[in-house]
Nanobody
């Protein structure tokens, strides 16, 4: 079992920044690919970013490339999502997820464990 708890969401003006954190407990965090997804009202959950267990590889959705940065601290069992130059279309509930079976990093089905989500609202 892996437990994931997100934090850091909130209300921010367009152009601003937020840093999301996801604290993991349970199985060996350092062995997993970790991902961030988001879901806006009335829309499907979509991929935002992922980072390999080795930290060597990172992946981003085209919509956030150049604005968001995913990172992880395996010693602290925590993954981060630094979000800069936020846009109103970034408004969503953001979820972190653990990929423990080497599934696809891009699709939600590739992830086994999910946090409860944290709301990010970007105002114009």
């Amino acid at each position: 079992q892996v437990q994931l708890v997100e934090s850091g969401g909130g209300l921010v003006q367009a152009g601003g920044s937020l840093r999301l954190s996801c604290a993991a407990s349970g199985r060996t965090f350092s062995r997993f690919t970790m991902g961030w997804f988001r879901q806006a009202p009335g829309k499907e959950r979509e991929f935002v970013a992922a980072i390999s267990w080795s930290i060597i590889s990172t992946y981003y959705a085209d919509s956030v490339k150049g604005r968001f940065t995913i990172s992880r601290d395996n010693a602290k069992n925590t993954v981060y999502l630094q979000m800069n130059s936020l846009k109103t279309e970034d408004t969503a509930v953001y979820y972190c997820a653990a990929n423990t079976r080497s599934g696809s990093y891009y699709y939600p089905i590739g992830y086994d464990y999910w946090g409860q989500g944290t709301q990010v609202t970007v105002s114009s």
